[in-house]
Structure formats: C-alpha cells, structure tokens
C-alpha cells in the first residue's frame, strides 16, 4: 500500500462528454477524506449529476463519458471498473430523483442493494435489520410497493438500499428534492449520523446550500461545469452573498479558494 | 352443454401452449425492454436440436439437458455478441437485431439440422379420455400439466430468489439496478437462457403435435395476440390471455366457423387483440406505471 493515507477518493480535472459533442464538465477537480461529508453545490445544469456519474461510472448509461482527467479511488484508477466493480469496492451512488424500483416491496428494494457482496442468508438478514434500526419508518412499510411510498421514505428506501452495498462512500444525488423541509431535515440527520458512527463518507449534490452546509465538513461550488470555489463549509456558510455567485451571479469569490480557470 | 364445454376445455389448453411461447417473450421483454422477435426461432431451434439428437439414438433423458446446454450456451452468445455491443442503444434497434438474430438462428438450423419434417413422440397419445363427463384429449392434459407446472417453477423463481428479485428490479428500472452493483449481462444471459428453456419445453409440446419443422417458428403468430391482450410484461397476463385467446378461438372456430364457411381460428384472436387494443392499450395486466392514490 504505497497509496498516501489521505488518498481517498480524488478526481483531478475531469472532462466529461454527452454524446460526444456536448461538453459537460471542465476540469472538475475535487477530493473527498475518509469520513468527511463533502457537498457539491451548484445551479440546475451545473454538473453535479455529471460529477457523480462519472465517478460511479454510471455516465456510459446516459451516453456520456469522460474524455479526460483521471479519477483515483484509494490510490487506484477507477477508469477499467464497471459500476458493479465500484459498488463493490464500497462506491455507491444513490440517484437523483430517488429511483426505487416501484413494483418491489419495501424489503425487497432493500434487499437488491445486498447481493452485490454475495452475502450468506444470515448475514443479508443481519445488513436488513441494520437498515431498518437506521431507517424504522421503512420497517413498517416493510410490505409495501415502493411505489406506493411518500417521497420522503423513497428517498430512505433508497438510500437504505445504497447502505445494504455497506458502502464506504455513498454518492448522494439531491436528497432533499421535492420533499417538504422537515423530511429534509430528518434525512440529513440520518445521513450526519451514519456518517459519525459508522464512518460512511459522503459526497452529496445539492441546491439548498443553507440547509446541507449545517451538515457538511467541505463543500464545492461548480458552476457552468466547473469548480467556481471550494472551501469548508464554515467558510461557504459564512458568505452571505455566495448564493448569488453560485447559481450563476458576479462572483465574488475573495476569501474562498478561487479555482483558476484552465 | 356438453359439448359447449368440451369445446371449452379443449381452447382452453390449447390457450395453454399459446400462453407458453408467449412467456418466452415476457421474460426477455421485462429484463431488456425489447419484443424479441427471434423467439419463435428459438423454439424451432430448441426442438429441432432434441429431436436431431433424439434420432441420433440419444434418449429423452440425455437429449433433454444437452439441448437445454445447447440453448444457454446460444443465450451467452446472444448477450455477448448481440445485446452487450448494442447495450445504450435504444429499443428499436434492439428489436431489429432481434429480427435479424431470428434469420440467423433459423439459417443455422437449416444449415445445422437440416429441413426436413420432424415426428416426435413424446410416447403420449393424443386419445381423448373421459374427464368429469369431459372428452378430452390426453394429450392436451399432458400438456397442461406441464405448462402448470413450468409457470410455478418460474413463479417461485422470480418471487423467492435472489436471481428472481434481481430480475425485477432491472425490469422496473435498469439504471437503478446498475447503481447498486446488479449485473446486467448476467441478468441477461439467465433472462436468455430461461427463455430458451422455455422455448425448448414449448417446442417439444407443439412439436409432437404438428411435427418439428419451419413453420414452427411461425408459433410467433400465435403469441402476437395474446401479448397485446394480457400486456407484454405481465405472465399472469400472458397465461390469462392465452387461455383467452385458446378458448374463444375454439368457440369460435365451431360457432361462428360454418356461418362464414371456413376456419376462423386463424384470424379470430387478432380481432380479439385489435378489440382489447382499443379498451386497454396496455393489456389487462400491463403495467402502468404505480400511481400513489
Ligand atoms: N443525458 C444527457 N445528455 C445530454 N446532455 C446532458 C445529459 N445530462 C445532462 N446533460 C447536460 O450536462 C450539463 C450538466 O448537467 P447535470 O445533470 O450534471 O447538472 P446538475 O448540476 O445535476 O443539474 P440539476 O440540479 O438540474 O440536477 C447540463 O448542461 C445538461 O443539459
Ligand atoms: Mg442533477
């Protein structure tokens, strides 16, 4: 293991391509520590979906790509692993828009998430019950068709169905989407407390900067596909004006960590 | 009344063969969102292989699995050589790669296996025999009993296992199912493999009733429209359209047959189908998609 022990997970100035003309991402550049809650905040369009597919490699499936730049997990390039292999090796991506698979019941949404590892019976009941301690609201609903579902508990049987890959990072797409602040609330809740016990590291894409800056350790601003500034979330909150600047205004960026253009 | 309903049952169970091919495209339909058209050749491929080696001199218990291995080693072709490369595209040109998969398969059989008409005698006779007062013909019980009992494996299959829930959740939304590390080639090269089994078991039943040859694979014709009535996703839907379609053909065919002074069953279900079309485009047990109320 000659990996340094920071190297967790690390992209370093990515491109990303749809269908081969439409250039999504300009050198994105962002790092996640073991343990840290790391947030990508950014406009509607700005890349953040982009980012974390392409680390996932989950972009092929939307006929994208990344044409450049490199991406390293623990020390090792992630370009030759399928998304299989990724979840795998504890990446896992929970998707914008929640996507449960609506004609399964609750248990059995959850279930899909474990099979990956190939767990004995005993273990995969074991991961189930450990979800449902996070997540009790879906005990009860255990029975029930995803689809039948509120938002609010799609968007926990979701991420209950990440947690069953016993991810060590979990990439999580707009949680907060749709769903009435107090649910909002109590998700990032769970998420800031799987984060302290269990030490599941976070990389989340959000719009509602106020709300997911309480939570997070650092956080990215990207804009136009690419990082405008970066910094801890302390230093984000801190601004009053950021929100201006990251969906789209003058930036002013002084006392953040401009990135420079390429 | 009598013999309304041995007309009856005897549409029924012929509406259970129908519903047997007609799974074949469900399955593939579910996993890959595509109607593949090279299912009747598979089933003409399937049976065509068993009798070969049947009239080999291999017997029914060693011809059986080595045509099963046959088909799923055909099914790992299929997904490696056909559906990986083609994997993003969208599902049209999956299905015009599923026709052309159709003129390969049934040109192979030709080249392989020959043209010639097949007899196969699975050493049951079709002879009726007296059920509750019922003609029917032993055969067609035979038959049945077979289809029953294929629909309940693959029941327990796709509801209790890890195979069966993996299968669903990449039917209900695929890219989800990537994300969380389910394989897709694998779920196809299973989803393939099943579906040929099934086309073995379908082909084996319609072969030892009208002999193993080309027109086998024309059995397509039949399940058109008993997909269109039970919706193409569904195999509740598929058994209760083919039994649908199995019975009013029947009925049809001795009812209305002499009013217009020739076979009806030839073109009766497609009416059928054109009809349910109109009142429930997705077929009754189509899914649309889950509302919460
Ligand atoms: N499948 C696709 N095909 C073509 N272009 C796409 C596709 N998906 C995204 N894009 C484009 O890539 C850019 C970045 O989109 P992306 O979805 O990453 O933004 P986002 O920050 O996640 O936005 P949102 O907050 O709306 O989810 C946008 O200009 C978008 O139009
Ligand atoms: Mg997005």
Redesign the pocket.
Known sequence: MNAPVQSFLEVQSIDAL??EA?L?LRGVSLSVSEGSIVVLL??????????LKAISNLLSA???AVSGGAITWRGRSTRRLDPTELVAQGIVQVL?GRHCFPQLTVEENLLSGGFVRRPSRKELQADLERVYAWFPRLKDRRRSRAGLLSGGEQQMAAIGRALMTRPTLVLLD?PSMGLAPMIVEEIFEIISRLNQDSGVSFLL?E?NANLVLRYAHYGYI?EN?RVAASGTAAELAARSDFSDFYLGGAGATDGLHPTAPN | MLFFLNVLTSGLLAGLMYAMVAIGFVLIYKASGVFNFAQGSMVLFAALTFVTLNEHGLPFWAAFPLTIVVMIAGAVLIERLVLRPLVNRNPNTLFMATLGLSFVIEGLAQLLLGTDVHQLDLGIDDIPVSVLGLQISAFDLFASAIAVALVAVLAVLFSKTRMGISLRAVADDTLAAQSIGIRLPRIWRIVWSVSGFVALVAGLLWGARQGVQFSLSLVVLKAMPVLIIGGFSSIPGAIVGGLLVGATENLADIYIGPLVQGSVSTWFAYILAVGFLLIRPAGLFGESAIERV
């Open positions: 749809y269908g439409i999504a950014g406009a509607n369009g700005a890349g953040k979906t982009t980012t939307s006929r994208g914008e707009e894409a719009q990207l596909g």
